[in-house]
C-alpha cells in the first residue's frame, strides 16, 4: 500500500483543515488506518484511528471533540477533519495503514510521506 497525504497548511488558531490520504492498491479496505503527527524535537504522537471498517474509532484525549477521522473505502481514501485549531497542533502529519487498529506506531507498516500543519496563535 502507498499512501499519500495532502491537505495541510497554514491556518489561524480556531481555523479548519481537512487532510485527506489516498492509498493505492486494491486492498486499502482490508487495512486500518492511523494519523499521527511529530513536532519538532518530540516524538510521533497518535492522532486518531479508524478500523477497516470504519465501525471502531479512536482518539487521542487532546484532540477528542476537535477532530474527526473518516474513511470512505471506495475512493481509497482517509480523512482528518481538525477543528478548533489551536498552536500546539503545529505538527507534521503523517497516516498510516496497519493491519490491526492501534495507538503505536510501531504497529503501521505503511507510512504517506507527510503533510505540514501550522496553526498560528
Known amino acids: 500500500v502507498q499512501l499519500q497525504a495532502s491537505g495541510g497548511g497554514l491556518v489561524q488558531a480556531g481555523g479548519s483543515l481537512r487532510l485527506s490520504c489516498a492509498a493505492s492498491?486494491?486492498?486499502?479496505?482490508?487495512?486500518?488506518m492511523g494519523w499521527f503527527r511529530q513536532a519538532p524535537g518530540k516524538e510521533r504522537e497518535f492522532v486518531a484511528g479508524i478500523s477497516w471498517s470504519g465501525i471502531s474509532i479512536t482518539y487521542a484525549d487532546s484532540v477528542k471533540g476537535r477532530f474527526t477521522i473518516s474513511r470512505d473505502n471506495a475512493k481509497n481514501t482517509v480523512y482528518l477533519q481538525m477543528n478548533s485549531l489551536k498552536p500546539e497542533d503545529t505538527a507534521v502529519y503523517y497516516c498510516a495503514a496497519a493491519a490491526w487498529e492501534g495507538s503505536k506506531p510501531i504497529r503501521y507498516d505503511y507510512w504517506g510521506q507527510g503533510t505540514q500543519v501550522t496553526v498560528s496563535s
Open positions: 492498491g486494491r486492498t486499502f479496505s482490508s487495512y486500518a
